[in-house]
């Protein structure tokens, strides 16, 4: 399994845009085979950057993801607001001090 973050920073006036279209896909990327489970994490002092974070079965199911029809309806979408170039990670734990 694989951890994928992504860092995403929006032009100030399109946020509002972002996560009101996020509400409309958020079950689709969430239910894509492959992926175990997402959370969308907004920074509080700077509420344009927003961060996802998701569990992945493996790189190829990530990039199966990459390479869908749902990503290429999301990413050209968003890609309009973005006020940064993204960054994104793939990671493995390697400590979890959470309890669940």
């Known amino acids: 399994m694989i951890t994928r973050i992504v860092?995403?920073?929006?032009?100030?006036?399109?946020?509002?845009?972002?996560?009101?279209?996020f509400e409309t896909?958020?079950?689709?990327v969430n239910e894509f085979p492959g992926c175990y489970g997402m959370k969308l994490y907004q920074d509080v002092e700077h509420p344009w950057i927003v961060m996802t974070y998701s569990h992945w079965e493996s790189q190829e199911a990530l990039d199966?993801?990459?390479?869908?029809?749902?990503?290429?309806e999301v990413w050209p979408?968003?890609?309009?607001?973005?006020?940064?170039?993204?960054?994104?990670?793939?990671?493995?734990?390697?400590f979890n001090g959470f309890n669940n």
């Open 64 to 72: 199966t993801y990459r390479n869908s029809t749902t990503f290429g």
């Open 7 to 21: 860092k995403l920073e929006f032009e100030k006036n399109r946020i509002d845009d972002f996560l009101a279209f």
């Open 77 to 94: 979408t968003i890609k309009a607001w973005f006020n940064a170039k993204p960054e994104a990670w793939s990671v493995q734990a390697y």
């Open 25 to 28: 896909i958020k079950h689709r």
